[in-house]
């Protein structure tokens, strides 16, 4: 036993996966402190508009179509054909594409920011209107730095810089709280702090792009921006890309729609008892996202070679998500009214502490769908994704309103479940019934002893 922990503890895929899950824990750490703070400052109205505008923020990776993705994994096949002129390429050619879509999408948020304002957030006053319109027009600003970084961090992760990655994060992660913590003790204005946000995050995009660049120094003197965009290189990462790009689109909708679907049914105020449990909850994903952006590219060397070897690795991390969750999970759904009581106020905690024990359930099973969820990417059939979730997707808009309108805050956390539930179930199955074809496929199949979780 000892020697097993040993070895474990020793893997270079633990270590990557420590590092990952480090970068994504600082924020966790930093926003139990915060919230209340700014909560109390900005107002319970001005709260829930903000946390609707960080969601506006970090869900623009939507739009980048599986182009990171795709730069991910051209470098990493390039960096071992020692292809120094194609990796770069694949970089530049990427991040102009990317910026491309993108300041498409920054003109319509500036152009529409009234419409955005009045018909996307459902406020009280004419000044908090006035005070979002401008924030998307800071927003607006910011996006082509916030995909740009998605980029900066695809091409370090190709290089296994995950150490780098989390040590550049650590400071902004503090920063993204603290800011706006500081400037709520002089004005609750969300102006200006969504304009702390977005210096932020435009900081940030060149911190990275320094930091990639220092990689991509230590294999090649070629300048990134003196190489040539190339039509081939552009074809393949746009090919890569097609059906990851839809699920790209669609998983951030899927996660984030049931918030706009509850500010503007119940109002802002109540949208505040619905999204602070689900920011509060949702952080228990950075042990699914650290485990999972490490497994990706394990999957799909393993999967084409030694299948078994590939499935082993899945059901490690698969029991290692459960056995982290269920304690916390538990643990919060008792505890759920005395930590909120605590945390921000008994009030708060007398109308949130049954949505906050129903989100600390789903994010169990949602830990649990994505390493289904990569297995089925790494065998190259993205489109099985982006089908069950325009199915998913479909079937949500129908049921989600419907709940929200008949029992509130507590029917769109129930249909959030519901639909996690149906995901776990479906994903499971695909997930299963690949592994057994490959095994068909390289004829190692043992019929008298398979079962889902036994290889």
Known sequence: MKRYIAKLFSSAFLRNISWNFLGYALPVLVAIVMIPVLLRHTGLERFGVLSLIIVIIGSVTIFDFGITRSVTNSVRKYLDEKNDVAILTVIKTGWYIITGVILIISVLFWVESQWIAVHLFHVSTDEIRQETAGSMRIIAISLPFVIAQTVFVGVMEAFGAFKKISIGKAPFSILMYLAPVIISFYTPSLFYLTLSLCLLRCIMAVVFYMMMTSEIRKITSIKLLSVKLNKAITTELVKYGGWISVGNIIAPIILYIDRFFVASIVGATMFAYYTTPYDVVSRVAIVTVSACGVLFPVLVSKIATDVRAANSYFNKVLLGIFVVLVGPAIAGIFLSKWFLSVWISPDFAAHSWVIFSLFLIGYLMHGLVQPAFIWIQACGKPWIMAVSMIVDLILYVIYLPWMTHHYGILG????????????????????????????????????????????
Request: cysteine-free; hydrophobic content about 50%.
């Open 412 to 455: 769109a956390a129930i249909a959030w479940n519901i639909r996690v539930a149906l995901g776990l179930v479906v994903l499971h199955t695909m997930r299963y019934m690949l592994y057994r074809r490959e095994l068909k496929r390289h004829r190692i199949i043992k019929p008298a002893v398979e079962t889902p979780l036994s290889e």
